[in-house]
Nanobody, 125 residues
Framework: QVQLVESGGGLVQAGGSLRLSCAAS????????MAWFRQASGKEREFVAA????????DYADSVKGRFTISRGSAKNTVYLQMNSLKPEDTAIFYC??????????????????WGQGTQVTVSS
């Protein structure tokens, strides 16, 4: 059974940092593209960052470029999102997602086959 489990969310002050983790199991995720999305209250779920199976390609939403970094663990079945210089507008539930391929529409929810349950990130001003 495929499972993606996020952790690392919490409450942080503006300007602070958090590192989210996503542990994948049930498949050989080392070849899967992985991504982070987020959904703020009352808003649509939006793309944050994606990484290829090899880790050689990454893409970011413009709103997080230069502040967030996506990476894979050495075993490739864990993905991280290092978030620095956090802003109140980053407050959201962050979701991990996995796709068999790094699809051209990597920024779209439709590109991903599996999803985690989400972890709450709250940034206070």
């Amino acid at each position: 059974q495929v499972q993606l489990v996020e952790s690392g969310g919490g409450l942080v002050q503006a300007g602070g940092s958090l590192r989210l983790s996503c542990a994948a199991s049930g498949r050989t995720f080392s070849t899967y593209a992985m991504a982070w999305f987020r959904q703020a209250s009352g808003k649509e779920r939006e793309f944050v960052a994606a990484i290829s199976g090899s880790g050689g390609r990454t893409d970011y939403a413009d709103s997080v470029k230069g502040r967030f970094t996506i990476s894979r663990g050495s075993a490739k079945n864990t993905v991280y999102l290092q978030m620095n210089s956090l802003k109140p507008e980053d407050t959201a539930i962050f979701y991990c997602a996995a796709s068999l391929h790094y699809r051209p529409n990597y920024y779209s929810r439709a590109a991903y086959d599996y999803w985690g349950q989400g972890t709450q990130v709250t940034v206070s001003s």
